[in-house]
């Protein structure tokens, strides 16, 4: 049993004791028909598969992806600890070779969890992947990752946090945010100047399936991993671009799904939405897993078609546009950058604002961010940021910050100037909480 | 009065057992060609010992009979015929290539494809082989597909069809599917020893119910066995565990690992609360998943008997223990060392001539201080042992949780005891307490501890409940029974329909009175649109396992 060597690591973990509210997409029910088809089809028997509880993530894994106004520990339920915990598992079943592959399969979801938390929005609270992600940097010196957001909704809580780093490559391709929540995810939403190009939005037309989604993929997406050469492929796999989501309105079937995941070959897969949980998910599951698996998936087809409807000319237009589009911006990405930095102040600073809706708490966030990059040119040091932030209609009422998040290899000036202006805003006391983050050792400090 | 017969690979052993006491024990060589025989004779030695088996309440045989047929493979293949749907290529995972059939289940019962019975008829007329098994994927959920195939296979000829949703009510279509094809290739043999044990035991004045012991470690009688005649294998293993439960060898307080050392394999089988710990799926059988139910164990090929051997790397001295049995230990008159004769020379125990052993080992270490040398070999067979249970504490590990309370509150097995049963190698297990820091403890009485394991066990009878009640309607599965839900319906009324249908069966099958209790219950809200829909429970509940008595003491005669 031990010498045989697993394909495929499989963390299942349902929660059948979560759920956001009774009625919501998010409730105990969501994965159980899964798991009943996970079961009956035999999959936790195949050679194949190893399975792996998941456990408690730590609140520093939490917080190496997070600052959480008050805290984070405040904002989530044990839960998301589970859930988290699921992912930091499947990572390392991958790195210490235990599998080739994991599968993370486990709720609640993350994507759309920004840095900053002041609750829950599009059913996320902390952001799975990204605590993930600075896991595998931290516990294993990972530098080059790439996260393929498959989910129908623009995963902006990911983009955010990967939004400063040229060394995580952000694709997500989505139904249009003209469309569907959360409204993001547009093209020329492609990174800060350090890291412009590393994020890469394509938006595509409602109705589109199975061929319109294979075409982006082996005509764009296969040739930007493959430029990119990431050390590790994380696919965010939300499963509603499924022609039976109730919450959206794309036509990809549990084939198109497997045959994605196949080509994709990601090395860690994470659950996100997907929320036809009798008609789509059992079967997209089943897919993904026997594709990870290196198993035969031909024969996973859901039972009724009947909703399926055409793909039409308009999809097949909007793949071509994006086709050129994104290619020509990922391509021209590090041009592009060296001409933004060049065009920064000799502060060297970045800044942009942001309004941040959160539909389930019905929470209003503002925020100002700044990219504080190194003006000392100490090697490897990507600086600091700020973050300004008031929210109103929060659980704990109206609130405000000032944050300040140290990036990994931050050198002593710049940790110096970051604490510097956490103390001055401390002084000024013009915020609720003044909370300085540092990243690498995944601590948030209140002045 | 109780009756335990139980069929071991060298001997055949019979006990008597009354209130708790031992009133005879008697082995006879174990007759591989008709294993009927040696059971005779060990019975007849027992009665001769006890005397008339007045107020005989139950006989028990545990035999190889099933599990050996099924090894050798000699059985004629039975016919297979399976409705897949959608899902995992299922070529390779059953042991004969099934006839495929259009038709399928969805994951809540629906039918999504009718059935086409066509291809059934066209294969009846070309192979009408005795016996069958029909199986459908979520058949657990909605047995009509099955049931209209195993009503054409019967009326086409077939003696007997074995449906995947009788075999268990739980998910995993392929492990039903294996189990009533297992049970289809296996019925016609075992019901002929069925039959003939019976009549044997007819003409002895032999008029109380005969049961056979299953891997499950409980009992059923011989008619209700024919119903799933798979079952019965792997009963060996099962009745050790139980004979160690008689024994009253595992304090109940703590969780602990028991250890059956016999001459050639290790038993190993984990205890929680006094009883040992079933396992989660089903027994593998000629390497086909079944979904016959066992305990949590492993037998591993090191024993008293287990040869020695050593091999130079470097000039460092390595010990093997094992695989291959070449005993008895040369103390007691064997050729060469063996583990047995290790544990000697360690000082771990002490049996037939210590001086023969030393000589043994010198033949292995020349030259070497043979005591020294001796711990490093049982060192070696400790180190196989702990492997192996850490094995399984993994595979424990990783049964799955489903819930955010069982992550928080954990389900983690820590032994916290060692319990030793078997033949003279109990040192071995005293030196793996050492080496794992845990209490040993080990039961008076144990040479025929699988006999009283078999005389004791409880009958075991296992049902789920499914109600969904958006469709309307419940399903026991085992039963085939899919009935208009009563109303109104909830988890007490759940729990009273299956406790009513196990009762039942307990009445048809004449078995003596016994609690029944829930195994896994789940309950879960459907919605649909954001509106309620309905509920679906899912309840499993069964006999209380168990044995009927623990030993309280051996008053009577011994024929070894």
């Keep these: ?447 | 009065m109780l009756l335990g017969l139980d069929v071991g690979g060298t001997f055949t052993d019979a006990v008597i057992i009354e209130k708790g006491q031992v009133l005879a024990q008697a082995k006879a060589p174990t007759t591989h060609a008709d294993v009927l025989e040696g059971i005779l004779n060990a019975l007849d030695k027992a009665t001769a010992l006890a005397g008339q088996l007045k107020n005989l309440e139950r006989a028990v045989i545990s035999s190889t009979i099933v599990t050996n047929a099924l090894a050798e493979g000699k059985l004629p293949p039975a016919f297979l015929a399976v409705c897949c749907g959608p899902g995992m290529n299922t070529a390779g995972k059953f042991p004969v290539a099934p006839l495929q059939l259009k038709g399928c289940v969805d994951h809540r019962g629906k039918i999504t494809a009718p059935i086409d019975l066509a291809p059934l008829a066209r294969a009846n007329s070309i192979a009408p082989a005795a016996n069958a098994a029909v199986s459908c994927k979520f058949g657990v959920r909605q047995p009509l597909l099955e049931r209209q195939m195993a009503q054409a296979l019967l009326q086409a000829g077939r003696r007997k069809v074995f449906l995947g949703s009788e075999a268990s009510g739980e998910l995993n279509f392929i492990r039903r599917t294996n189990s009533a094809y297992f049970s289809a290739q296996v019925c016609d043999l075992f019901r002929t020893f069925c039959s003939r044990a019976e009549k044997a035991l007819a003409e002895r004045q032999i008029k109380a119910p005969v049961h056979i012991l299953k891997a499950d470690g409980g009992t059923l009688p011989l008619a209700a066995a024919l119903e799933q005649p798979v079952e019965a294998v792997f009963t060996g293993p099962a009745a050790s565990v139980l004979g160690i439960e008689a024994l009253g060898a595992v304090d109940e307080e703590r969780p602990g690992i028991s250890l059956d050392v016999g001459g050639t394999t290790t038993d190993i089988a984990f205890w929680q609360g006094g009883r040992p710990l079933a396992a989660r799926r089903g027994a593998v059988i000629n390497g086909y998943n079944t979904a016959v139910r066992s305990f949590h164990m492993r037998s591993i090929p090191l024993g008293g008997d287990s040869k020695l051997s050593v091999s130079l790397v470097n000039g460092e001295r390595f010990y093997f223990v094992g695989p291959q049995r070449v005993g008895p230990a040369a103390a007691v008159g064997g050729e060469a060392a063996t583990l047995g004769d290790a544990l000697i020379a360690a000082g771990y125990i002490s049996f037939g001539d210590a001086a023969r052993s030393h000589k043994a080992l010198a033949a292995l270490c020349p030259g070497l201080d043979i005591k020294e040398e001796a711990k490093k070999i049982v060192a070696t067979a400790v180190a196989k042992l702990r492997g192996v249970i850490d094995e399984m504490l993994a595979e424990w590990a990783r049964q799955p949780v489903y819930t955010v309370d069982d992550i928080v509150k954990g389900t983690e097995f820590r032994p916290r005891q060692l319990i030793g049963v078997g033949g003279g190698s109990l040192g071995l297990i005293k030196a793996l307490g050492e080496a794992m820091d845990l209490p040993v403890s080990i039961p008076q009485g144990a040479m025929v501890a699988n006999a009283i394991g078999a005389a004791l066990a409880r009958p075991t009878l296992s049902a789920g409940l499914r109600a969904d009640t958006t469709e309307g309607h419940y399903i026991i599965p085992e039963s085939g029974e899919r009935k208009p839900l009563p109303r109104p319906f909830n988890r007490k009324a759940a729990e009273e329909l299956l406790d009513r249908w196990l009762h039942e069966q307990v009445a048809t099958w004449q078995l003596a009175e016994q609690e029944t209790e829930v195994i896994s219950a789940e309950h879960f809200r459907t919605i649909h649109g954001y509106y309620d829909t309905g509920d679906i429970f899912d309840l499993r509940m069964q006999l209380k396992p168990g044995i009927l008595q623990k030993v309280a003491g051996f008053s009577g005669e011994v024929a070894l």
């Design chain 1, 1 to 447: 049993m031990t010498d045989e060597k697993k394909t495929l690591g499989l963390v299942f973990f349902p929660a059948f004791d979560w759920m956001i509210s009774p009625a919501h997409p998010e409730r105990q029910e969501r994965l159980l028909y899964t798991r009943d088809q996970l079961e009956e089809e035999g999959l936790f028997d195949l050679p194949q598969i190893r399975e792996y509880r998941p456990r408690l993530a730590a609140i520093e894994d939490l917080q190496r992806a997070h600052v959480g106004v008050p805290s984070v520990d405040k904002l989530v339920t044990r839960a998301h600890y589970v859930s988290a915990g699921g992912c930091l598992v499947a990572a390392d079943a991958v790195m210490k070779k235990e599998v080739e592959r994991a599968f993370a399969l486990v709720r609640p979801p993350g994507h759309h969890a920004m840095r900053v938390v002041h609750g829950i929005r599009g059913f996320c609270t902390v952001n799975i992947e990204a605590i993930m992600a600075e896991y595998l940097r931290t516990k294993y010196n990972v530098k080059k990752i790439a996260v393929v957001d498959t989910d129908v909704h623009h995963g902006d809580g990911s983009q955010d946090i990967f939004y400063h780093d040229p060394d995580t490559l952000y694709i997500s391709f989505h139904q249009d945010g003209r469309t569907l929540y959360p409204g993001s995810g547009f093209l020329d939403e492609a990174g800060s100047p350090l890291a412009w190009g590393t994020t890469v939005n394509l938006p595509l037309q409602p109705r589109t399936g199975d061929r319109g989604l294979h075409t982006l993929y082996d005509n764009l997406i296969a040739h930007i991993l493959e430029d990119f050469q990431p050390e590790l492929i994380i696919n965010s796999a939300g499963q509603d671009n499924h022609f039976s989501d109730p919450l959206a309105s794309m036509q990809v079937t549990a084939q198109g799904y497997a045959r994605l995941a196949d080509k994709l070959k990601a090395d860690i897969a994470v659950l996100e939405g997907g929320y036809s949980i009798e008609s789509a998910l059992p079967y997209v599951n089943t897919g993904i897993i026997l594709a990870m698996a290196g198993l035969d998936y031909s024969k996973v087809v859901e039972p009724d078609l009947s909703g399926l409807g055409r793909e039409d000319e308009r999809c097949d237009q909007r793949v071509r546009q994006l086709i050129t589009a994104a290619g020509e911006l990922y391509f021209n990405r590090k041009e592009e950058s060296a001409r933004q930095m060049a065009r920064l102040g000799s502060d060297k600073v970045w800044a942009r604002r942001k309004h941040i809706y959160y539909d389930e708490e019905g929470i209003r966030e503002e925020q100002q961010e700044a990219v504080h990059y190194c003006r000392y040119d100490s090697d490897g040091c990507r600086g600091y940021l700020t973050i300004l932030t008031a929210a109103a209609g929060t659980r704990f009422g109206d609130q405000s910050a000032f944050i300040v998040c140290i990036t990994r290899n931050c050198c002593a000036r710049c940790r110096e100037a970051a604490y510097d202006e956490a103390l001055r805003e401390k002084k000024r006391s013009k915020v609720q909480y003044v909370l300085v983050q540092d990243i690498a050792a995944g601590t948030v400090e209140a002045l």
